[in-house]
């Protein structure tokens, strides 16, 4: 096949959408991680700690408690953030197109009779494929959460926050 062939069959192909289709699978990893952020600030919030522990003093052992939720406590869940990505895509299309052809004669003699018997073959092949592939490689690191967040989390500790031990 020519060069031709193979250029308009390259020019078929949907690159805009199979980028478009791979970027927006990029995106919705990141909403989906932010999501399970959100609802992780909101199962720690949900979340009851409590502390026991024993203060010993010059002549006793008393018991204390600290209570209040996870985030009290400062546990916060992990928010993954996309740090990079690569989109790669590979396509082979292959074109092959064979002919054959052959011919074979027989022939036999004798005295009063002649025979001869004619085999012709001929053959033509025309195989395509095409093989595409996709790949979306992209890296992942732990993010601080976003400041307003976290304003939001010191307004939730402070009105839920274990009371100061006194000493």
Not at 72 to 89: E, Y
Not at 116 to 124: E, F, G, I, L, T
């Amino acid at each position: 096949m020519s060069a031709l062939s193979i250029g308009t069959e390259l020019a078929s192909v949907p690159f805009d959408q199979m980028i478009r289709n791979l970027l927006l699978a990029m995106v919705a990893a990141q909403n989906d991680a932010n999501s399970s952020f959100i609802a992780g600030v909101e199962d720690l919030v949900d979340t009851p700690v409590s502390l026991k522990y024993k203060k010993t003093s010059d002549n006793s052992n008393e018991e204390k408690e600290l209570s209040g939720n996870a985030l009290a406590f400062g546990i916060l869940p992990t928010l993954l953030q996309i740090q990079s990505g690569t989109i790669q895509i590979k396509m082979v299309i292959t074109m092959q197109r064979t002919t054959e052809a052959s011919v074979n004669v027989k022939a036999k003699g004798g005295w009063a009779f002649f025979s001869a018997s004619v085999d012709a073959k001929y053959s033509s092949k025309y195989s395509y494929s095409v093989e595409a592939s996709s790949f979306i490689e992209i890296k992942v690191a732990p993010a601080p959460p976003p400041e307003p967040l976290m304003k939001a989390i010191d307004k939730i500790v402070q009105d839920t926050a274990p009371p100061p031990e006194s000493t």
